[in-house]
């Protein structure tokens, strides 16, 4: 592709960069381990933003937005949300931040049959199992393998995996690669 001047004129543009580290960056300059020239180029306007954990007060406006946007993605009607669920979400430690709260959100709301957002009792209180997948996830790969082994594979179409379980086709593919499942009903290793 050939790319083509636009004039010979200088173009003068506005240009605000940000930059984000969970990193003690004055600590990683003193033991050599950051640079100390970079750390004074992005040291201008710094902004300390606290851990999930200490912003309880945000969970609910964070966990509304997950649930609109992962339900418009999948086509879901969600209305509401169920109250026992955002006192769990607010009381968890969250050492994953914010992605992690996205993270459930987004499962739960591939999870959720009904128009109340729910998230499973055991999700916060179980640890990886020994093919690293936390009990919500195996819960969503058994719900996928048991969708996929009810017509044996396909997943498009109207009697397709994706339509049981009332998600978008892409969505299921992407569910499908990340969890490691095997469409044609073989098992997962460690399962």
């Known amino acids: 592709m050939l790319h083509k001047r636009v004039g010979d004129h200088p173009v003068s543009v506005d240009l605000r ?3 984000a580290t969970n990193r003690d960056l004055p600590a990683a300059v003193a033991d050599g381990t950051s640079r100390q020239d ?10 300390d933003v606290p851990p999930l954990r200490e912003r309880v007060d945000d969970i609910p406006l964070l966990v509304e937005y ?3 946007r992962f339900a418009k993605e999948t086509g879901k009607n969600i209305r509401h949300i169920r109250k026992h669920t955002l ?16 993270n459930v959100v987004e499962r739960a709301v591939a999870l959720c049959e ?3 957002f729910v998230v499973d009792e055991r999700w916060a ?15 969503e790969v058994q719900m996928i393998e048991a969708a996929l082994a009810e017509n044996h594979g396909p997943i498009s179409g109207p009697s397709g995996a994706a339509a049981k379980l009332g998600i978008p086709r ?11 499942i095997d ?3 073989q098992k997962r290793p460690n399962s």
């Not at 006192?87 to 996205?102: A, D, K, T, V």
């Not at 892409?170 to 490691?180: D, F, M, N, P, V």
């Open 66 to 68: 997950f649930v609109g």
């Open 125 to 139: 209180d179980s640890p990886p199992s020994n093919n690293g997948l936390s009990a919500l996830a195996n819960l």
């Open 38 to 47: 970079l750390f004074y180029r992005l040291n201008v306007v710094p902004i």
């Open 17 to 19: 960069l940000i930059a």
């Open 114 to 116: 009904t128009e109340t």
């Open 183 to 185: 469409r044609y009903g």
């Open 170 to 180: 892409q969505t299921l593919e992407s569910k499908i690669r990340k969890l490691g």
């Open 87 to 102: 006192e769990q979400l607010e009381s968890y430690h969250w050492p994953g931040n914010i992605r992690e709260s996205q």
